[in-house]
Every structure is written in structure tokens, then in C-alpha cells.
């Protein structure tokens, strides 16, 4: 598969089942996030794993970004909807000529 069918197959998922994730996959998917470049390689990540719907941050950390992993409770998202959502690329795209 390559990237621009794997970008069209992305979606935004905003149900969940009540399910938690296996502990196995967890991990493969913190691995993945360590495992992710970082600027100048400064590594300023903290990951929490959070397994309840419910739950409040410390004071003390401020979230940069929150990564939902879950099983969806929806349907995918048709790969090609983007040719009825998306503005073409010919207006999206300028290219400036020297």
C-alpha cells in the first residue's frame, strides 16, 4: 500500500466501542510514538496511557497532543470521499514561475 492510499483511508474517528485496547497492541503503538523523530532529537515527549473515559490531567502537564486509541464504533470513512470533499488540487495548488 502505498502513502496516498493510505492518507485516503484515514479518518477521523469520533465514537468508541468499551473496549480497551490489548495491552500487546498498546505497545506497539508506544514503540511507534518513541520511536518517532523529534526535533534536534530533544525528545521533549512524556506519553500517558490512559484507559478510562474519564480522567483529568495533573496540574503540573500541559498536553501538546492527545492521541485517542480505541476501537471505532462507526463505519470507515470511504476512501475516495475526498474528490466530493476536498477542494481540487488545481485550486488548491499555485506555483509561482521564475
Known amino acids: 500500500m502505498d502513502f496516498i492510499e493510505i492518507?485516503?483511508?484515514r479518518y477521523s474517528v469520533r465514537s468508541?466501542?468499551?473496549k480497551l485496547v490489548e495491552e500487546e497492541k498498546l505497545k506497539k503503538i508506544l514503540e511507534?510514538?518513541?520511536?518517532?523523530p523529534t526535533v534536534a532529537n530533544l525528545q521533549p515527549v512524556r506519553l500517558i496511557a490512559v484507559q478510562s473515559?474519564?480522567?483529568?490531567l495533573?496540574?503540573?502537564?500541559?498536553?501538546?497532543?492527545?492521541?485517542?486509541i480505541?476501537?471505532?464504533?462507526?463505519?470507515a470513512s470511504d476512501p475516495e470521499?475526498?474528490?466530493?470533499?476536498r477542494i481540487p488540487l488545481e485550486k488548491l495548488v499555485s506555483y509561482e514561475t521564475i
Not at 495533573?58 to 485517542?68: F, G, H, M, W
Not at 470521499?81 to 470533499?85: F, L
Open 70 to 75: 480505541g476501537y471505532p464504533d462507526e463505519e
Open 53 to 56: 473515559r474519564e480522567f483529568g
Open 16 to 18: 468508541y466501542r468499551d
Open 7 to 9: 492518507a485516503k483511508k
Open 58 to 68: 495533573p496540574d503540573y502537564l500541559e498536553p501538546v497532543n492527545i492521541l485517542a
Open 32 to 36: 511507534a510514538a518513541h520511536a518517532a
Open 81 to 85: 470521499r475526498h474528490a466530493q470533499t
